[in-house]
């Protein structure tokens, strides 16, 4: 096997009723890497997971995970794999340590070893202390911990988390990062990830897919597609809405690519440091000072606006 881990070819996915979910999508993702794979609702991204986990069935094209293939091998991958989808359906019941137990008794581990690594995936996950409560008395940050668990019991090489975090408040979010980001860099583990908060998913992975109507619009390392925007964001603060509105007209003689919030004005602007004296002559011109200035590279979420909206209008030209 290469060190590709994920291999897909062509893969789609047209639901009975008709919707073309996924459209001939093909990446790889290398062994131990951290892959993030974004996009608006319904772009596609649970039904491609669903298709890699062997839990869908592609209606076109192919695909390979740890070498093996998806139609003729599934029982193989899936004991390759960890996935974690949204919504699973846990019993309430049970305590966090029997749940673990349980899922190793149904990979086929004795008594002694499923007990031997929950305690070990316990820790991993930081729920020793709450081991022995009822899951079903878990903050929801602690349910998503045990997920991730008990996706793990196995030491799968491969981990695919559908929105991990999702619902999570930031602390818990940054904790629920950390054992990812863990599992990922110590133990190797793989991951493939969709998450709507593209800044985390810029701080973690190496690198980021993105997926639009069911099409891969970008598949890049988050450094790379964050330059290939090429835009500085200006931000001008101003000391009341009417010297900001003044300021605003004036800004439109230097582009249309801007925003305006409150007291500030945002401008889109190619990557240059020479625009700098040009907008503060114009804002001369008409007597108006700003109180503030800021200059921000673009973020994920500027990449991912802009990817979405190219998208958009080259639909309605072609009158899609
Ligand atoms: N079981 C199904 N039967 C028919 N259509 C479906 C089914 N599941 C998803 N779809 C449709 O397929 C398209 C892709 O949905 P999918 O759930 O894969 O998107 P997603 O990117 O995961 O969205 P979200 O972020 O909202 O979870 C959508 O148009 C959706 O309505």
């Known amino acids: 096997m290469s060190n590709r881990i994920i291999e897909v070819s062509q893969l789609s996915k047209t639901y009975k009723e008709g919707t073309e979910a996924v459209k001939n999508i093909s990446f790889s993702v290398k062994e131990g890497e951290f892959f993030a794979f974004l996009g608006p609702n ?26 093996y293939d998806l139609l003729q091998k599934p029982e193989k991958i899936r004991l390759q794999i960890g996935v974690a989808l949204q ?66 019991v196995h030491r799968p090489k491969v981990l695919f988390l559908d929105e991990p975090t999702v619902g999570l408040d930031p602390a818990s979010r940054m904790d629920l990062w950390q054992e990812i980001k863990k599992l990922n860099k110590e133990y190797g583990t ?6 709507q908060y593209l800044e985390e998913a810029d701080e973690v992975a190496d690198r980021v897919g993105i997926i639009n109507d069911g099409e891969i619009v970008a598949l890049e390392k988050p450094e790379a597609l964050k330059s290939s925007l090429m835009l500085d964001k200006i931000k001008l603060f101003f000391r009341s809405i009417q010297e900001k509105e003044k ?33 503060l002559g114009k804002l001369a011109a008409v007597h108006v000072f700003p109180i503030d200035i800021q200059i921000a590279s673009p973020t994920l979420d500027d ?18």
Do not use: W
């Not at 997971?49 to 069935?57: D, G, P, Q, Y």
């Not at 800004?251 to 040009?278: A, C, F, G, W």
């Not at 991912?304 to 899609?320: A, M, P, W, Y």
């Open 42 to 67: 319904g772009a596609g991204k649970s039904t491609t997971i669903k298709m890699l986990t062997t839990l869908m069935k592609p209606t076109f094209g192919e695909g390979k995970i740890a070498g």
């Open 87 to 152: 919504n699973t359906a846990i019993d309430p019941a049970l305590t966090g340590r029997e749940l673990i137990i349980l899922q190793g008794r149904l990979f086929g581990f004795s008594k002694a070893e499923a007990i031997k690594r929950a305690k070990e995936l316990l820790e991993l996950v930081g729920l020793t202390k709450d081991a022995d409560k009822q899951c079903g008395k878990y903050s929801g940050g602690m349910q998503r911990r045990l997920d991730l668990a008990m996706t793990l």
């Open 190 to 195: 793989t991951i493939f990830l969709t998450t």
């Open 247 to 279: 300021a605003q007209k004036a800004m439109m003689e230097i582009t249309s690519n801007l925003e305006s919030l409150d007291n500030q004005i945002i401008l889109h602007l190619q990557k240059n440091r020479e625009y700098l004296p040009v907008i």
């Open 303 to 320: 990449v991912f606006l802009q990817i979405i909206r190219d998208k958009k209008s080259t639909n309605e030209n072609r009158g899609v």
